[in-house]
């Protein structure tokens, strides 16, 4: 009897471990149902797909990399980048640049256009141009630079939330994410993301999860911490949860075509399984998502857009490779409909 008590007991401790993977979170006044987010991915992230992320599960989502510099300049194209989802009842737009006045004022700007929850500051884009305006990876490099910003932003916009997205470092001899985190906190974030890879790796090698550990134990609980590196399915998130002890995950690369991502990875984190959706269900939703990108900007647009969408959603399926050889040449709604009826009929 007492061997079975025992048993009843550590059964009891394990569903309720996987369990508490899955929680709310709060940056700020911010309140989420929970801890899978969608990172903001350039060409990626506009409101089309992350309102595909939330109807299958994604707790909060970022807007891909907006320009301060455009904001300040008044570049309409960057409205069509901050712009709100149908479904999104909070989200974060990014920002970036590398002057502190510019960047107060592009973050007021984007508060009036947009009304947006969250004001993040992309303090770990590796791509050269960025670096060279004194923006992404090169704030990380500079810890005082990044404080001067973040605290201008923070001043700018009030009581709204101001987090930051960081790196771990310039390259493996500079390692300086906990500077960059200690200026961030000074200057009053809500909440910081790491992606533990160097600015010299840009997305090659892996991602340094024991950096991101040790920056949960160094921020020790002040602010939330979001991890985001190598999360490609559902698997990822929950290891990253139980090795780091972050308090979200943020999915990039693993949600291109693979919104579900969020679904199962809330199934996996409550209830310990899940299950992948079928092809017909992949192809329709890639169908919802062009639909509103056809809505919020022009179907030839959408339709080019769409191509490497369309491509990633494919993977998996049967005769994904012929299908992939039609969409790349796919210029209309109707061009779409014709590549994948057999998917859909065959369902």
């Given amino acids: 009897m007492t061997r079975l ?25 911010i309140n989420l149902k929970g801890n899978l987010f969608l990172a903001p991915v350039a060409g990626y992230s506009d409101s089309a797909f992350r309102s595909v992320c939330i109807e299958n599960g994604a707790c909060f989502t970022y807007t891909e990399m907006v320009s301060a510099e455009a904001l ?3 570049n309409q194209k960057t409205e069509v980048l901050m712009a709100r989802a149908c479904n999104e009842k909070a989200y974060a737009v990014q920002i970036f640049g590398g002057e502190e006045n510019i960047m107060a004022e592009a973050a007021r700007i984007v508060l ?3 009304h947006c929850e969250c004001i993040d500051i992309n303090c770990g884009c590796p791509v050269p141009k960025i670096i060279k305006s004194g923006a992404g990876s090169a704030l990380t490099k500079d810890p005082e630079k990044l404080y001067k910003i973040t605290k201008a932003v923070k001043d700018a916009v009030g009581d709204t939330p101001v987090t930051v997205k960081i790196r771990s470092g310039w390259d493996k001899p500079h390692i300086t994410w906990k500077e960059a985190a200690e200026a961030a906190l000074e200057a009053g974030v809500s909440a910081i993301t790491i992606h533990p890879r160097t600015r010299a790796q840009g997305y090659e090698g892996l991602s340094d999860w024991n950096i991101m550990k040790e920056l949960v134990q160094f921020v020790d609980a002040r602010v939330p911490v979001f991890g985001s590196g190598d999360l ?14 972050v308090d979200a995950v943020m999915f990039a690369r693993g ?9 199962d990875a809330t199934s996996l984190l409550t209830e ?11 192809v329709r939703t890639g169908f919802e998502e062009l639909e509103r990108l056809v809505a919020d900007t022009n179907e030839h647009h959408a339709c080019l857009e769409m191509r490497k969408r369309f491509s990633a ?11 992939r050889a039609q969409i790349v040449h796919a210029e209309t709604v ?5 590549i994948f009826e057999s998917v859909l009929k065959n369902a």
């Fill in 334 to 338: 109707e061009d779409y409909k014709r």
């Fill in 313 to 323: 959603y494919s993977k998996g399926i049967e005769n994904g490779a012929a299908l």
């Fill in 5 to 29: 008590r025992v048993l009843m007991n550590k059964t009891r401790k394990n569903c309720f471990n996987m369990k508490a993977l899955y929680h709310p979170v709060s940056i700020g006044k």
């Fill in 272 to 282: 310990g399984t899940y299950t992948p959706v079928p092809a017909d269900v992949r």
């Fill in 255 to 263: 949600a291109m075509g693979n919104p579900f991502i969020f679904r």
């Fill in 72 to 74: 300040y300049r008044k």
């Fill in 112 to 114: 009036e256009k947009t």
């Fill in 232 to 245: 490609f399915k559902p698997e990822d998130a929950k290891r990253m949860i139980e090795q780091t002890g």
